[in-house]
């Protein structure tokens, strides 16, 4: 499962580690009126039916947003994770990460989860960046997500973060 509550280190050969101490994932519960499918199959369409009902929007980098672009829904997830069994309990049951695109550059993550809450299958969804520029995302119609243009990615605790190394060299 995807988490709000991030665990996990990674070290790059530049040197610095990237260890979040919190996550930027907020999720929200979808209101839908269908309860995730039984098989894999099912959920998968119908985790393709939700990512059809959310948008993703570039503000852009200018100011004044001159450079505001609707983003596309590539129609495949590049990601999916979970249990095989909707039955099974635990965390994720299924998900999968959606992309909102700018030509083929992702802009914006979608994951769509099919989770437990109180014992009941439930859908659950949630953004996160993958660009530097002034992000905006919604649910039918409806802004649920946003992020500010040029976020502070210069500290290996926080949840972006960016090394930059110069090159060694080409060959």
Known sequence: MLTENPNFRIRFDAGPTWEPAQSNLTFHVA???????VNRTLRLSQMKQLA???TG???GFNDGNSDRQVLRLLPKPIFR??????????????????VF??????????IIEATLAEG???WRYAFARASSAKLSAAFDGET???????PDDSVASGPHFTVRQAIDSID
Request: net charge negative; with cysteine.
């Open 52 to 54: 059809r009902r959310c």
């Open 81 to 98: 994770f979970g249990n095989s069994n909707v039955k099974t309990g635990g965390d994720a049951v299924d998900g999968a990460i959606f």
């Open 57 to 59: 929007v570039l503000e």
């Open 31 to 37: 209101d839908v009126t269908f309860r995730p499918g």
């Open 144 to 150: 649920v997500w946003t992020a500010n243009k040029f």
């Open 101 to 110: 695109a700018q030509g083929n550059d992702p802009e914006i993550l979608l």
């Open 120 to 122: 009941q299958p439930v």
